[in-house]
């Protein structure tokens, strides 16, 4: 089956810079915003009707995590980047989902890119863009549709879990972050049970037609997966080297855990990846070694028919003259010189461990 291959550039080619435009696929999403507004002694989670709920956010002492659910929706969207002041092409950047994970720093406010892996009901891997944008006490994060994998902190900012509700926004854009890559195993995980059950079936012989186009389809998983994580090492470096306001101190010792977490996680992955090049190499090696077993079993069959084809031959041909035809045992004789050929070449070649 050849897969359909989604061109996302056509939507942007020729367009002006800033111009923010939806390349993804969701386009009936519904809007979805929600609300935490929080500090040591409160919290207030709130689900937002409209974006211009979220303009009272702008200068609380309290922090505020806006999720917004619904890229599709670019006027809401411009609507908030004009309020807040978000430059147009970090608005277009939040819309265009083949974004590479990335910061960048701007006056008052960070944006980062990153991908949120996980695995659907049908156990196809689901990469997601997240754009997140940190200014002084808030985060605004967005998302294609509902569901990811911040459910664990938003337990922790409503039940007052952890240090989250005494920190600022950059503890918070940690934890998001944190959230992500911890997730980032999981799928690590599912892949190295994929492979470990296609080296079993290897081995054992339980491979079928599919099985080349399956191990094919699960290195492209792989591949998607390092393009989605390798690139969130630089963004994490950036965040703990870079000496940017929004970001205290006392954080960067988190992220710098989040790092630790990274490496391991790509280890993981150029591992799989050299497994996934073996099972192939693997595979090969089975058909090969199937081949190698039927052309044995035929030309053992060959060899012990060879002598008896030649010995019916012989005795096939229409000469007026052989003498062997007169003799009263003559058939007897000669079937009985092919049933010893045919016992000896058996001995033989079970002597040889050939069969």
Known sequence: MQRRRVNRSKKKLGQIPGSIIYTGERSKEDLFIESF??????????????????????????????????????????????????????????????????????????????????????????????????????????????????????????????????????????????????HYFSVIEILGDKIEDFESAIFEGETDHDTSRKIQDLKREILRVRRSIFPLREVINKIEKNENPLIHKKTITYFRDVYDHLIQVTENIDIYREMILGLMDMYMTSISNKMNEVMKVLTIMASIFIPLTFIAGIYGMNFNYMPELQFKYGYFLVWGIMVIIFAGMLYYFKRKKWI
């Open 37 to 182: 507004d929080y500090n040591r002694q409160h919290c207030s989670e709130k689900t937002l009707h409209s974006i211009e709920e979220s303009f009272e956010f702008k200068n609380t002492d309290a922090v505020t995590w806006v999720n917004l659910n619904g890229l599709n929706h670019v006027n809401a969207i411009e609507k908030l980047g004009h309020h807040f002041g978000f430059h147009p092409l970090v608005l277009e950047d939040v819309v265009n989902i083949a974004q590479r994970p990335k910061i960048d720093e701007h006056e008052g406010y960070l944006f980062v890119v990153l991908k949120m892996l996980y695995y659907n009901k049908e156990n196809n891997l689901v990469s997601e863009q997240v754009s997140f944008l940190l200014g002084k006490n808030y985060l605004f994060s967005f998302q294609e549709s509902e569901g990811d994998v911040f459910d664990a902190v938003r337990v922790r900012i409503r039940q007052d879990k952890g240090r989250i509700r005494s920190m600022a926004s950059d503890y918070l854009l940690y934890s998001l972050i944190d959230a992500i890559v911890d």
